[in-house]
Structure formats: C-alpha cells, structure tokens
C-alpha cells in the first residue's frame, strides 16, 4: 500500500469553499453540504470531504463517519447509466430479487460496483413509491415498471447502442 | 434540590432529582453491571451513550427494560434490578456482544484485565447460543498504539476521550447496523491521522481492541544479547502505579523494589528518567528566565508565554492543530529523549561502550513517548537515542513473566551517574509539577536568594485549567497549567486571540498528567486511584533530602564534565529540537 | 375562467410519472389546441388519484370518467370522442375485475366507494404547483380562523378533542404532543415535519407532499402558532425529488401570499420554512434521530428523555409530526372536533391512509376511515388476490410490524386492535401475500432490511438482528432446528426489550407475527426440509417422472453440474446430493417429466 498526495484543483476546492459558504459554513449543515458537493462531483472523494472538514473546521473523522452512516453519500463514481432497483417491499413480492440478480449476471458486477467501462452502476433502493409498477428498475431518471427477468437483457441494451 | 420517593427491590429510599436508577441503586449497595457506561468524576468525563444495555432494569409500568445509567428517577418509580426477565436478558445481550468478538482471550494482551470478560463471568456465560458472522477489519500498529477493531464492542468511550476530551478529532463511529465501528478518517492508519498518541483511548477501552504496541519482545531480545549493554530509565509516574499491578493500594510507592526488579530482569543500569526531569528544568528554565529578562528588558519579538515541552502528547498535539504556534513552546527536548541524547553520549563514553551497542529503555507512564522515540530527529545515524519504550503495564506483564511478583523484593537504589534526582523531578508526574519545579529553580537564579518554602501549593490540584500568580520577590509571574488536550486547546485559543496573558503554562496531555497516562495500569474508571498516584508523587518529594533541580549533584556534575552550561552550544545539539508543522498532512490512501 | 367548461385532469404522481403521465397532458393539451378548445377545455396536471395500478390515469370533471392506462396517443380519441361528442372511450375506461364491466365514472368504482378522503382530500383534484386552486379549496383559512379567533391554547384544544394520534407508527396524541411543547418555555422552538418515508412499500406522504404541499405547510404554521415556534422544518428524503420540487414551489408561493413568512395577515405572527434533506437512513424516522440528522450528525437515535419537546433541534424544543399528521389538521380546525371524532373507532379517530400493495388487483393508495375491517379493504378496495390465487396473509406496519392471516380479516382497523394482533400501524404500508410467498423468507426479507438499518448504536439491535437473520437464512436453506426456532423467539422477546429505539423495539414483529401466525411453516421447513410456497430455492426438489422421460439427455446436457444420470431412451435420475437446484433441466425438457417438489 503505498500513499498518494491527491490535490484537488485549486477550482474544485474554489467550488467545494462557496458550497460551503453558501451554508455559512455551519457545520449543521454538514448533510445539506454533502448533498451539493455529491451532485456538483458525482460521488465524494477523501479529497472533497477533506476539504469540506476543513471548511467547516470539524474533524475529517466526523465528516466520514457522516458519510458512510448515509446509504446515499458514495465514495465512489456511480456509471453514466446508474441502474436501481426497488426493492421495497411491493417490488419483493413482485419478483424485484429475481430481476435485480438478472441485472447482476448481465453486468457482471455486484451491488454498489460499477462496470470496468464506467458505463453502468448498481444499486438498491427503498421504495420510489411505484408499487403499481412493481418490480421497478430506475436507470438514470428514467422508471421502467413491471420488470421481468427476461426483459433486463433488452433494457441494458438500449443503453450499450 | 428536591428529594424524589422511589422504591429499588422494594427497598424505598429517598435521592436527589436528577439522579439516575444506577447511582440510586449504587446508594443502597444494589450493584447493577454496566459496560459502556464511563464516569470519571474528579474529570468531569461522563459517557452514557445508553449503547450497550447491559445495564437493563425492570420500572414498573414500563413497556421495555430500561437502561438504569441514562435513565432518570421521578417520584414514586418502583425498579427492580435484578428479575429473571432482566437477568435474561443482559445474559443474551452479552451473549450477542462475544458472539460479534474474537475468541483469542488467551493471546489478547487484555486477558485477566479485561471488563468484558469480566463480566462475562459475572453473567455466568457459560455457552454462546447465537452464533453467525463476525466482524472483521484490518488491523493498525501504529508505533504507539494498536487498533484491533474485530475485538470493539461500540462502547464508543474512546470516542468521548478522542473528541469531547482530547478535542483530537481522530476517532469517529463509521458506517452503521452491523459494519459500524470507531475508526479514523477513512479507516486509514492512526499514523497518517492527527493521533497525538495520548493512550486517553487505551486507557478507557474495556477490551482488547485499542492495546499498547508492546516493545517487551524486543527488550527480551536486547537482554539476551551478549554484545549489548542494555540500560533503563524509569518515569516518575510509574513508581506510583506498577504496585497496583501487584496489588498492592493505588498510590504505594514501589520505587525501591521496581530498581530491584529491573536489575533482575537483567538490565545492566538501572538509572531514573527523574534525573533527566532536572536536567530538563536547568535547560528549559534557563530558557524561560533568559525570554523573561528579555521580555522585561522590553524585546518585543520574544515570545511568551513560553509552554512546556516534556510531554510527547502535547507537542503532537500543537504540531497538528496549533502549528502556527510552534515557536511559543519550549525547545527543551522532553526528559525521556535528554535521557537518551545524554546515555549515548557522555554516559557511553563513561561506561566505555559503543553508541551502537548501547541499548537504551525506557519505562514510560505514557503510549506517546514511544512514538517519540520513533522520531528522526531523535536518532543520530539511523541509531535512536532511545531504543524502546514500553509502559507500566508492560514492566509489570515483564515481571510477572520472571520473577513473579515485586512485593518481596529488596528496595535497591539507581545507579550512579544518571540515577541522582530531587523532588522537583518526581513531582514531574503531576499536573502542575513541572511548572512547579521549574519555579523552584528559576526563583533562586533570578532572585539570587534561596527558596524556603519549596511548595507551590497555588500550582497544585485536579482542575482542568488552573491559573496561579508565583511571586518572584516582587516580580507576579502568571502561571497557566492544563491538563488534557481539549483544555490544552481552550489556553491556546485564549492565547491566540490575546483574551489571557501568562508567562508561563505547563500543559499535560493526560487528565491528571502523567499519573493519568495511557500507558498505566487501568483504572477501570476509578479516579480515586488517580487522585491516590497524585498523592504518593507529591509525598515522595517530601521525602527527598533535594528538591530543586539544580542542587542535583549529578546534574551539577554532567555540566561541568560535559555540557558547559545550561543553553551552551552543545547543550542546544543534544538537549533542544525543534518542531514541525504536520497540519496540512493529507494523505490518502490508494 | 368563465369559459372553462371541462378539465382533464392528469395524475402528476410518481408513479403516472413514471409512466409517461407528462406526455399524456402534453398530448392533450395539443390536441385540444388543433380542435381550438383550450379556452373550453383545460388540462390540470394534479396530484396522486391513488389508483397507481392502474396508471396513468385522466380524470374527467365534471362527469368523473375515469379513463385508465392511457398513452400519449390515446389523447386524439378522447378529446374528438368525449370532449366533442361526448361518448366517453370505452376502451379506456377501468374494467372491474368482477363483474368484467367497464366502469363509466370513478363514483361507481369500488376502488372508491369507501374511501373517505382527509388528509388526501385535494391530492388528484388540485394542481399542486398552483396555490390558487389550493386557495380555492380553503387551503390557509384554517390558519387564518386560528390567527384571528382562536387562542394558541384553544387550537390545541380543538386538536386534543378531535381525537387525533400520530400517523407516522406511533399513534401518539397529537394535542397532547403540542401541548406539552407549548408549555416548555425557551426563546427558540421549532416544528418538524417528518417526511423521511423510510418504509418500503409506503408513499403516503411523498403523495400528500405531491399532490397537495400546502395542507402540510399550513398545518406546520398552525403548529408553530400553538407552540410558539416560527420556525418550521421540513425533513425530506433526498430521493424525493419530484415532491422536493413542489414543496419548493409551495414555499415560495405561500411567502408571495402571505400566507406564510412574517407577520402572517397581519396579526404578527411569524413562520418560515426550510428544507433539510435526509440521506437514506430508514432510522431517521425516529424522532432523535432525525434531529441529530438535521443537525449535521449520524443519524443515531439518544435516549429519551429529554423528549424533542423539552430538548430537540439545537436543544430547543421541538415538535416532531408526521406529514399525513400535519395533512389532517387544516379540516379538523375548519370542520370541528366533533366532525373528525365521529369518523373512526373508540381511540382511533379519522381516517388512515394505507399505501397498498403486493398480490393485490387494484395497488394504490387509499384512506379510509378507522374501523374499517381488513376484508373490505383487501377484497372490495383492493379487488381482491391478483390472478385469482389465495390470500395468504397480509403485512401492516412495514418493517415494525407484522403479517396478519385471515383469521384477522374481519378484525376492525385501528392501532389498539393491530397492536394487539401483533402488528402495527406503522406508517400504513400494507402488503398483501398469496400462496406463493414463503412466510420465513418474508420474515428473512424485513430482517434483512433492518440489519441494513440498524444504525449501530445499541447492541441487541446491532448485532441481535444480525443473528435473528442468520437464524432465518439457515431455517430457509434447510438447515435450521428445532432449538433454533426457540432461539428465535427468545432473541426476538430480548430485542424488543432492550433496544433503545422504536426501530429495535419493533425489528423482531415480522419474525414474531409470522412464528404466532404460521408456525406450522417453520416447522415443516425445519422437519421436513420443505417451503410449501416453492420459494426457498435451497429446499426445492427437481424429480424426474419416470413414466414421463423419454430418455433425449437434454437434461442431462443441461445440467451444469452433472447431477443427471441414465441411458439414452431410459428414464433419467436426478442426485439431490449434487444438484444445485438452478433448474436448467426444468427448463430444458420439453416433455413435463421434471417436477418440483
């Protein structure tokens, strides 16, 4: 294991100090910051929650130990083609299990990983509030409802042309 | 305050509004088992995080159990502590708990001090009915301190000492439900984290997950190598504590019979790190009255306050947080590292030994002087001025792995050279000592008169941050002394902003100083043991027939052989450092 | 307006959303502006109609035809058929599942007929994005009656006698809730609304904040003028963004009315509203927890007391309600107690809205009155087990709560009775099972939830539903025994009694409902290694009919794992020792001879 000196462009620690400001740079707000330091980045690097920590002038500790309690913050890049699935309670008894291992077998990643091309990310969530669709799949902003497994091979298709 | 009814095992009592079902109950003699629960009184540290419920009880009219340490009294509750359903039910919690813990009591360096264990027994758990997954994750050595996360329970006690007391910022819960644990920033190494290596997070942890690196391996190692010369030095707080091991009552002094030990254990010198201690008051005295002449003379650059030095903890502490500030502390090298610089010059040459076959121990109250010993500036040539440091609680395991116990041995004295001492270096291990001994000195050299009343008394006591005024013979010296470093942070803040004006301040890492360290025998939340090791420090210097630093005739003596003066050129090359800014230090791991 | 004969109304829910409800409206909108009649005819994008199964769906007013399921291009044929000629669509009309009729208007659909609508009484009938038609509904004159007749006190009493309790899971009694933070003096309180929606399989509040944001807002000011506060907190999940957006649209508006802001009408009093976003952590909904959320912390509940309403947000007090709560007042204080506490059962006042779901013909969300059975809800509301299958049993209360069997059908619904069956209100989830759904493995999936939950804080649940968990999986792969079973109900009994917060306390009621209510399951899978639902794939049997093979290999040549054995043309046989139960072979033969057993 060898240590690496990551430095943000001096840009990107512009963006993350007038996030901050723009919450007074109250540590309070530390979930609302991350919130906008996620969609501005796309995922929060050590690098950004460093430079968040020190803005607030709060320990780094505390701002990880912040990030990882949140299934929504990601310490990794999500795929330009995020993909999740429901897996509320309508959608389990609706088969969301059967497609949601379908998804894995096509992409050949886990839960929480990202394709090597960078080009699809998996993950579950809890309930959009769909259950009329059930089994719901969400790729980007766009809900596919009533997902079978046979259906996940042509959906992940229209994404790959 | 008013006085609240209420009825324990159907024994009624009367206590105090505000007064918790666990301190009622401990009133009448009803002791109800706790694990995460801490309170360090005499500290003002209270941690009841209510996570383990261990501490369960039966209220009447209560749906649930309630924890008894959070959980208040009002008038008229009825508690019964003691019920089968509540005795099944911390049985099964703490069956759960060793159900997510390693089974390695034998090899773990807590065993027999452990209090789970403990009150494993307590519960009677003979057999462990829910098994499955348990939690695993990297180990740290650090040079000071080892993190084995597989064996934390998530009492979260070093939590509260890391941040709420020690204002660190190194520790914090991380991820949540079954993979939560205490880690630093981005589980990385507590080396690459702001760690000052206080131990606070040792001292309190009930199990093996937060230990001391233990260096007694490598002593065995060194003792049985015919080519080595191996010496000791011994911190003036650990003669006030290793009995306790043994034992014997917190705050028996046990120096006699440790050197005894230690020569058996084989150590070829047996010498005292309280001698060091003095020479560190002619150094840092003499560095005090020289900013003070020139202070008073008017020289607007000097810098005062000046701050202490000796303690490891807090020159990590100020090199992370306070950087900018790094110019105010003494340069004086902590007596631990004098000790070493002077051993392997003047003391080698004088036993006719090479530098590289010297080996230099020290036993040390503290976890951060390891880490001290570690640093590069403290080596000359890749050869550490001192080779290993371990702690009380390693020279104990040490003795009772040979010679047993310590209780019948003989009192024996230090050795001649670098063993002399006088009180001003054993009230080292107190709060306020250092600044006190440093007073001593420094009134007879500005005032040119002798001292008569030696004890400080305005310097003396447990709270956190004192401020005392010492008459130099008309000339009022405002004194400042912190211990524990989030106190250490509320003088430095004062300072910065210019909100205080001192002198002088002496700050210790340690709640207590070094009678409070890291590196002591556990005091499983007791701080009468600490107010008892305060005690036995301030009586040893009583019984001293020296006790300022410069009467010290060994000391007198090492100037005249071999350092010139105090502050002379090669006083400044073996007994001064300097210090490092490490706040921008960054790191991330790939 | 005047000239304004007919809306359309478009269902703007996530779920119509979802399913291309905006492109519906656009189609209408153009279409009626070909045949010129967008002064005539006007198109409403509204909130949730609650009827999702049956998504998007177009309401017409005043007639109420409900047409279902309609597609961008169905637009042409409703606006030259029904809004020129006035023949209603008949393709597009919802089909009752019974009778296999088309309903002509939403009045005679059964979905409907017994539903009383309060908290969710302008969701579908409004456009959430316009405070004018919320306005127009009386949004803000109960705020207005309060700040001009009524005492803070006489509000609260108005709360109190109506009857009215918590709706997020607890139940607890909202007058006396305001009233105690009413009475803890401070020079700062605050009001939260809770709408950190963590059940999965519960969208009543992301719909009442969709379809209708500003009974909510109104209600907070009520709040804040009851207890003294002027400021309201609005705890959202990130993950709703659509009614993120309407709320943010309502805020602003309600400040441009003056509705909301300072001096509120003039009787100087004072209310703002701020936003705070959660970040996936089911246990926020805890009250504490939530409050260390919005402080910028873990979300790790602490002990209570100190209860929110001595010491919450920033150790002020504070008062923690729900949005369907806060949904419910408004009417209340415009109808009357007496009004509200004559709907409802002895200590169930109201209504509730349930989000239903699972095996169910008509999924949706619905409110109904306190009292109603589970029978009329699952069978007339809900049209009954989809595909004609068996009820089997039904899930109340989310992860918290419990799965009840048809013994409890006729049970009346309200939070005593479904305590007292061994589930719960919860936030008002309910999930309907068949035949198909193995009861352990349902026991297993809400564990699984919880143990992903769980926050971490305090033992038991930490690492006891971790265990209770593992229990499960081990039952469901064969391999669990009798004495796990016990150890089942015991860890489950000191969970519950240990942990510190509502999510510990309640975690083990999947698991202690399903051993209550269908041991029989347990102990077939335990004794006789068998899931009569064939949903545990560990304890699935493939068996070869012998009479049926004809001996082709193709299953054999299937069969990754070589498990298959026999001569051409002979009978085949399966190991069960080494057969991984994929089902290859099942798929593979093409003359029925494999079975499951």
């Known amino acids: 294991m060898s240590s690496i000196h990551i430095k943000l462009k001096d840009k990107d620690c512009q963006t993350i100090k007038e996030i901050c400001e723009s919450f007074n740079n109250d540590p309070g707000e530390l979930i609302n910051i991350l919130h906008k330091a996620q969609e501005h980045f796309g995922y929060l690097p050590a690098e950004v929650q460093e430079t968040i920590a020190q803005n607030l002038n709060i320990s780094v500790a505390k701002v990880y130990g912040v990030v990882t309690f949140y299934s929504f913050f990601s310490m990794t890049p999500k795929g330009k083609h995020p993909i999740s699935v429901c897996t509320g309670t309508a959608c389990y008894v609706r088969g969301a299990e059967k497609v949601l291992e379908e998804l894995k077998k096509e992409l050949k990643i886990s839960v929480g990983e990202t394709t090597p091309d960078g080009k699809f990310s998996l993950s579950c969530l809890r309930c959009v509030g769909a259950c009329g669709l059930a089994p719901v799949v969400m790729i980007g902003d766009k809900t596919y409802g009533r997902v079978a497994p046979e259906d996940v091979k042509k959906i992940i298709e229209e994404y790959n042309s | 305050m008013s006085l609240i009814n209420i009825k324990i095992n159907g024994k009624e009592l009367q206590v105090e509004e505000g007064t918790t079902i666990l301190q009622a109950a401990k009133k009448v003699g009803i002791e109800i088992p706790t694990l995460c629960y801490m309170n360090l009184h005499d500290l003002n540290i209270e941690h009841n995080p209510g996570g383990c419920r261990i501490c369960v009880v039966e209220v009447e009219g209560r749906r649930n159990l309630a924890p008894s340490c959070v959980t208040k009294v009002w008038e008229g509750m009825s508690v019964k502590t003691h019920t089968m359903r509540v005795l099944n039910a911390r049985r099964t919690v703490m069956e759960l708990i060793l159900s997510d813990h390693p089974f390695e009591c034998l090899t773990c360096a807590k065993n027999g001090n452990c209090d789970l264990q403990k009150l494993a027994q307590d519960l009677g758990v003979r057999e462990i009915h829910y098994q499955g997954e348990q939690s695993t994750y990297k180990e740290d050595k650090s040079p000071a301190i080892i993190r084995d996360m597989d064996k934390c329970i998530m009492c979260r006690r070093c939590e509260t000492m890391c941040n709420d007391v020690q204002t660190c910022g190194v520790l914090s819960g991380i991820n949540r439900g079954f993979t939560a644990v205490v880690a630093p920033a981005f589980e990385q190494d507590l080396i690459k984290s702001p760690c000052t290596f206080c131990g606070q997070c040792v001292a309190v942890c009930p199990t093996g997950a937060l230990t001391e690196r233990d260096y007694t391996n490598r002593v065995i190692r060194a003792l049985a190598d015919p080519t080595k010369t191996v010496i000791v030095q011994t911190a003036p707080a650990v003669r006030v504590a290793l009995g306790e091991e043994f034992g014997l009552p917190a705050g028996t002094i046990v120096t006699g019979k440790m050197v005894a030990a230690l020569r058996r254990l084989g150590f070829d010198k047996v010498y005292d790190t309280d001698f060091a201690a003095d020479l560190t008051i002619m150094e840092e005295g003499t560095e005090f009255l020289d900013r003070l002449s020139r202070y008073l003379n008017g020289d607007k650059n000097v810098k005062l306050p000046i701050l202490t030095s000796c303690c490891p903890g807090w020159v990590n502490f100020f090199e992370y947080n306070f950087p900018d500030m790094r110019d105010i502390p003494s340069t004086a090298k902590s007596p631990q590292q004098m000790f070493g610089a002077i051993a392997k010059t003047y003391l080698a040459e004088k036993l006719g030994v090479k530098r590289e076959n010297l080996v230099v121990v020290s036993v040390m109250p503290c976890l951060a002087k390891k880490y001290e010993a570690e640093r590069e500036e403290f080596r000359v040539d890749g050869n550490p001025d001192v080779d290993f440091s371990i702690s009380t609680r390693e020279l104990a395991h040490l003795i009772k792995q040979t010679i047993g116990d310590i209780k019948d041995l003989p009192d024996e004295d230090f050795d001649k050279l670098m063993g002399e001492s006088t009180g001003a270096g054993v009230i080292f291990g107190n709060t306020g000592g250092v600044i006190e001994a440093a007073c001593r000195t420094a009134y007879e050299i500005y005032t040119g008169k002798t001292l008569e009343k030696v004890e400080f008394h305005q310097l003396r006591g447990f709270e956190s941050v004192r401020s005392a005024v010492v008459d130099f013979d008309g000339l009022k010296l405002n004194i400042g002394i912190a211990h524990g470093l989030g106190n250490a942070r509320k003088l430095l803040e004062c300072i910065r902003n210019g909100e205080c004006e001192f002198h002088a301040i002496e700050i210790m890492a340690c709640p207590g100083g070094c009678i409070g360290g890291g590196g002591q025998p556990l005091h499983h939340g007791n701080t009468e043991i600490l107010k008892a090791r305060a005690a036995a420090i301030y009586k040893e210097d009583e019984g001293k027939a020296l006790r300022k630093s410069h009467e010290n005739p060994e000391i007198i003596k090492l100037y005249e052989e071999f350092l010139g003066k105090p502050s002379s050129e090669k006083a400044h090359h073996l007994l001064h450092t300097k210090y490092f800014d490490k706040k921008k230090r960054i790191y991330i791991e790939k | ?597």
């Open chain 3, 1 to 597: 307006m005047s000239t304004v004969k007919m809306h359309l109304l478009v269902c703007g829910g996530t779920g119509c959303v979802s399913s291309y409800s905006p492109q519906v409206a656009e189609s209408l909108i153009k279409e009626l502006e070909a045949h010129g009649l967008q002064d005539e005819c006007k198109v409403v994008k509204t909130g949730c109609f609650g009827f999702c199964e049956q998504g998007p769906i177009v309401k017409v007013i005043p007639d109420n035809t409900f047409y279902t399921k309609v597609a961008p291009e169905d637009a042409k044929e409703i606006i030259e058929e029904h809004i020129i000629k006035g023949r209603k669509v008949d393709r597009l009309l919802y089909t009752d599942p019974k009778k296999q009729e088309h309903v002509p208007d939403s009045k005679h659909m059964e979905f409907y007929k017994k539903q009383i609508r309060i908290a969710l009484r302008n969701c579908g009938f409004i456009d959430p994005e316009n405070i004018e038609e919320a306005i127009a509904r009386d949004a803000y004159s109960a705020l207005g009656k309060c700040l001009t007749e009524l005492t803070p006190q006489e509000v609260i009493d108005i709360i109190k006698k109506s009857g009215l309790r918590g709706r997020g899971g607890g139940g607890f009694p909202t007058g006396i809730k305001w009233e105690i933070a009413a009475k803890n003096a401070s020079d700062q309180k605050y009001v939260v609304c809770n709408a950190d929606e963590g059940d999965p399989g519960a969208f009543m509040d992301r719909s009442v904040l969709e379809g209708d944001p500003h009974s909510v807002l109104e209600a907070m000011a009520i709040c804040g003028y009851c207890i003294g506060a002027n400021k309201g907190l609005i705890y959202i999940r990130a993950e709703y963004p659509l009614a993120i957006k309407r709320l943010k649209i309502a805020i602003k508006q309600a400040m441009e009315y003056g509705v909301l802001g300072d001096d509120i009408f003039g009787t100087g009093f004072s209310f703002h509203i701020e936003l705070r976003y959660g970040a996936g952590a089911f246990v926020c909904g805890e009250e504490t927890a939530l409050i260390h959320s919005m402080e910028g912390q873990r979300g790790e509940p602490t002990v209570k007391p100190p209860f929110p309403a001595e010491a919450g947000y920033l150790g002020k007090p504070t008062n923690v309600n729900n949005v369907e709560t806060f949904a419910n007042v408004p009417p209340i204080i415009l109808k009357g107690a007496e009004w509200f506490s004559s709907i409802g059962t002895e200590r169930s006042k109201g209504t509730k809205v349930f989000a239903l779901a699972g095996k169910i013909n008509n999924v949706g969300l619905i409110e109904v009155p306190m009292g109603i059975t589970l029978r009329e809800v699952i069978f007339e509301i809900g049209g009954g087990i989809k595909n004609g299958k068996k009820f089997k049993a039904v899930q109340t209360g989310g992860p918290s709560g419990g799965c009840l069997t048809e013994t409890h059908l006729d049970t009346p619904i309200d939070f005593d009775n479904l305590l007292a069956a061994g589930s719960m209100m919860g936030s008002g989830g309910m999930i309907v099972m068949d035949e198909d759904d193995c009861m352990v493995s349902i026991a297993k999936f809400f564990l699984e939830f919880t143990v992903e939950e769980s926050c971490g804080k305090c033992s038991p649940c930490r690492i006891g539903n971790k265990r209770l968990y593992e229990i499960l999986d081990k039952i469901t792969q064969g391999k669990g025994t009798m004495e796990d079973l016990e150890l089942l109900r015991n860890l489950s009994e000191v969970i519950k009694d240990t942990s510190l917060c509502g999510l510990g306390q309640s975690s083990p009621n999947p698991v202690l409902s399903t051993l209550t209510n269908f041991w029989d399951e347990y102990v077939e899978h335990v004794t006789e290694k068998k899931c009569r639902a064939g949903q545990c794939t560990a304890l699935k049997k493939y068996i070869i009919d012998e009479e049926a093979c004809v001996g082709c290999t193709a299953c054999a040549r299937a069969c990754p794992v070589n498990a298959i054995s026999g001569e051409r043309k002979m009978p085949h046989n399966i190991n069960q020792d080494i057969c991984i139960k994929c089902g290859a072979c099942y798929e593979k033969c093409k003359f029925n001879a494999i079975f499951i057993k």
